[in-house]
């Protein structure tokens, strides 16, 4: 089984770079999507359709804002576009496909660097977002979190740690959050269950070349809880093509999982 999750930054010009020719190729399961920037009108057409693949989607009230999708080949028993009420629930950030053996959910958390108003709204969702999965976790289904969570982990997953600390993303208590999130909480980082390298991201500054340079932040995550962490076959950053002219969205982290 394999799962793709990609920040696609607006799904209308990622298909006009060759998204979907590609993720035909892939032959996934099921591929997230976030930052999808569209109304469900506005990508009716076939190019966005994939054969064999149902679409589910969440998105914002805002146009050319936000949201969040997942592809799938499987029929799903359940969908959720929502985990709370809060001010997010406008900005088409999670959605969650239930199928007879696990949960997939895609979801694109805020960012903060805006500033510290916004920087406070993120820390509510993660807030939120916390207690959701404590609650899915004790349903003691497996389950596989994707999305761009808009936070580089440790060291490891940025490449200037030491000037980022003050910098929304790689702040202490969003790292502190992480740590959480794997050590007591009870999910898995899938990439690093199989990958030690300290030199793949997922995010690039479109500033100072730093795109060429590798000088990124990984930022996009892939997490399962311990009861699926067996299952995973192999794990990878996929940077052959750049589906944006942004560099600094140029993201797509693909997870292959043995079959559940």
């Known amino acids: ?105 895609s979801v694109y958390f805020p960012s903060g660097s805006s500033g510290e108003e916004r920087q406070k709204l993120k820390y509510e969702f993660m807030g939120h977002f916390e207690k959701f999965i404590k609650k899915l976790i004790k349903e003691k289904k497996p389950l596989i979190v994707c999305g761009d969570y808009n936070i580089a982990h440790t060291k490891d997953d940025i490449k200037n740690w030491r000037s980022n600390q003050k910098n929304s993303g790689f702040l202490l208590e969003e790292r502190e959050w992480m740590t959480k999130l794997i050590n007591k909480i009870g999910l898995k980082d899938a990439f690093r269950e199989k990958c030690k390298k300290t030199d793949i991201y997922t995010w690039w500054s479109n500033r100072g070349n730093a795109y060429n340079n590798n000088v990124g932040w990984r930022i996009d995550y892939q997490m399962v809880t311990d009861n699926f962490c067996n299952k995973i076959k192999s794990a990878s950053v996929y940077k052959e093509n750049k589906f944006c002219d942004i560099s600094r969205h140029s993201r797509w982290p693909t997870n292959e999982y043995g079959c559940v």
């Open 1 to 105: 089984m394999k799962v793709i999750t990609i920040n696609v930054c607006g799904i209308r010009s990622s298909q006009k770079k060759g998204l979907f020719d590609w993720l035909k190729k892939t032959k996934a399961d099921f591929i997230c999507m976030q930052e999808t920037r569209a109304l469900e009108e506005q990508i009716m057409d076939s190019c966005f359709s994939l054969k064999g693949y149902s679409r589910y989607l969440n998105v914002a009230e805002k146009k050319g804002y936000s949201g969040v999708a997942i592809y799938t080949k499987h029929k799903p028993l359940n969908i959720k576009t929502s985990f709370s009420k809060s001010i997010f629930e406008s900005e088409g950030r999670f959605i969650l496909t239930e199928y007879k053996d696990f949960s997939l959910i």
